[in-house]
Structure formats: structure tokens, C-alpha cells
């Protein structure tokens, strides 16, 4: 398994014009992702920082995520700043005893 971590500075807007666009539909395209497992949805108010965590399947799939359509446009987007993306495999075992939402044995039988 492997994480996306993928971290942005958003405009400076006020926050409910920033919160109007986090609608359903918006969330909704990444249940598609190939590989996806979850994504964790990520705000730092104070900061003006936003991005995500996302749980993949494989390798293959987070740096296809990574170097796909979705996180280009995120890249181009006029709206957000200093994008970072970065792709770090999973240690379990650590995970295991650190409690991580994964059910690891479920994962790795499908």
C-alpha cells in the first residue's frame, strides 16, 4: 500500500466562499480513481493550507494518481499555490501497533 500526500496553499478568500465549493459532486469524481482506496480531506484554516491524504492499493496506482489529470489541474490552477505531491509507501507493521485505519489482511486478500 502507499499514500499520496498532496498539500496546496489556497487562495485568501473568505472561508465560506472557500467551504461553498466542497460539494458532493466534488468528491464524488475520486470514488473512480483506479487503485483508491480513501481519501482524507484536509484543511488548515489559520495556515490557508489544504490537501489530502489518499490510501492506494499499489505503487503503480499512486504515482499514476500522482502524475495524472486530477493532480495536473490542481498544479495549474491559478487558485492554488505551492503544490506538493509526494507518494510514500506504507509501513505496516509500525501502522499495525500505531492503530492506522487499514485493514491490512483484508487489503492484501483481494
Given at each position: 500500500?502507499?499514500?499520496?500526500?498532496?498539500?496546496y496553499?489556497?487562495?485568501?478568500?473568505?472561508?465560506?466562499e472557500?467551504?461553498?465549493?466542497?460539494?458532493?459532486?466534488?468528491?464524488?469524481?475520486?470514488l473512480?480513481?483506479?487503485?483508491?482506496?480513501?481519501?482524507?480531506?484536509?484543511?488548515?484554516?489559520?495556515?490557508?493550507?489544504?490537501?489530502?491524504?489518499?490510501?492506494?492499493?499499489?505503487?503503480?496506482?499512486?504515482?499514476a494518481?500522482?502524475?495524472?489529470?486530477?493532480?495536473?489541474?490542481?498544479?495549474?490552477?491559478?487558485?492554488?499555490?505551492?503544490?506538493?505531491?509526494?507518494v510514500?509507501?506504507v509501513?505496516?507493521?509500525?501502522s499495525?501497533?500505531?492503530?492506522?485505519?487499514?485493514?491490512?489482511?483484508?487489503?492484501?486478500?483481494?
Amino acid at each position: 500500500m502507499h499514500i499520496v500526500q498532496i498539500n496546496y496553499r489556497r487562495p485568501d478568500m473568505p472561508k465560506a466562499e472557500w467551504e461553498a465549493r466542497y460539494t458532493d459532486e466534488r468528491a464524488r469524481p475520486f470514488l473512480e480513481v483506479p487503485g483508491l482506496l480513501w481519501k482524507i480531506w484536509l484543511d488548515g484554516d489559520a495556515e490557508r493550507l489544504a490537501g489530502g491524504i489518499y490510501l492506494f492499493a499499489d505503487r503503480a496506482s499512486a504515482e499514476a494518481y500522482a502524475s495524472g489529470p486530477i493532480v495536473a489541474r490542481m498544479r495549474n490552477n491559478p487558485d492554488l499555490s505551492e503544490v506538493s505531491v509526494r507518494v510514500f509507501a506504507v509501513r505496516r507493521r509500525m501502522s499495525e501497533i500505531t492503530r492506522a485505519p487499514i485493514d491490512f489482511d483484508r487489503l492484501a486478500a483481494e
